[in-house]
């Protein structure tokens, strides 16, 4: 009901005479009391939405952090990976360059061998033959007997050959037999293959002069390999009253477990008679 003598025929004239009133009471500090007493009621649900509102951005902050670390980590990780792969292969073609270089050496040192470069392609996993393959064969002008050697000596010879890959038969296997000399004193003998225990220098008489560490090189005779190519050197020699040659050991200058790379020696002079 409206005081005497007013009239108010309108709720927004009614809400905003209420707004005056209450501003009027406010500027005058009448209702200051009750305006205390609801920030104090109010308060602590205050803190509580302040506080909730402050986890909340904090929790947003947090996953955003981790989603950029996250992005940040897999992109640290794919450079690590890149990285990885292009040290790899620049050390590849370091070791690549470095056995090129051995090749050539050997090549200019032997301006008459007519050679071809062949990858090896397979190795054989039984302990009693001792053989690669590689990736030349027929098509390539290969032939069985052909020698087959690196840059530290020899390897062996081709026993079989196929369109396009051949099998050589190591130094080390059994039935592989050398005619040998020793460089320093030119002491006749065969080398032969013991498989895992290395090489043995047979038919060396006991009156020649072998030592161990002399260096072992191909005679020549036969004509099945070049005169002069590297076999190995000795480590050990034992002499005899009762046996009629040496037994003498050699240690192959190549290493036939890491073979990668080898030369076919498609042609050579060869010699019958001894050095």
């Known amino acids: 009901m409206s005081p005497p003598g007013i009239r108010i025929k309108s709720p927004r004239l009614t809400i905003a005479a209420g707004f005056v009133i209450v ?7 009448y209702i200051r009391p009750l305006e205390d007493a609801v920030a104090t009621a109010l308060a602590p649900f205050q803190y509580s939405l302040t506080w909730a509102s402050s986890r909340i951005r904090d929790t947003l902050e947090f996953f955003s952090s981790v989603s950029a670390l996250r992005t940040r980590v897999a992109e640290l990780e794919a450079t690590v990976d890149r990285l990885l792969i292009e040290n790899v292969n620049l050390r590849e073609a370091d070791i690549e360059r470095a056995n090129l270089r051995e090749l050539l050496r050997f090549k200019q040192a032997n301006p008459t061998y ?76 065969v080398i032969q293959g013991q498989g895992r225990v290395g090489l043995a220098m047979l038919y060396v008489s006991q009156s020649e002069d072998v030592q161990v560490g002399d260096i072992v090189l191909t005679s020549g005779l036969g004509g099945n390999f070049p005169r002069r190519l590297v076999i ?44």
């Open 23 to 29: 501003v009027l009471l406010s500027s005058s500090g």
């Open 114 to 189: 007519e050679i071809l470069a062949a990858e090896v392609i397979g190795h054989d996993s039984s302990n009693l033959l001792h053989y690669i393959m590689v990736d030349r064969g027929a098509d390539d002008g290969l032939a069985v007997g052909m020698p087959v050697v690196t840059a530290r000596g020899l390897v062996g010879r081709i026993t079989s050959v196929y369109p396009t890959s051949a099998r050589v038969m190591l130094l080390t296997d059994s039935s592989s037999m050398v005619n040998a000399l020793i460089q320093r004193s030119r002491s006749p003998g």
């Open 232 to 275: 190995g050197e000795v480590i050990s020699a034992e002499r005899s009253d009762v046996e009629l040659f040496q037994q003498v050991q050699v240690r192959s200058a190549v290493d036939f477990d890491r073979l990668e790379v080898v030369l076919i020696v498609l042609s050579f002079t060869a010699i019958d008679a001894a050095p």
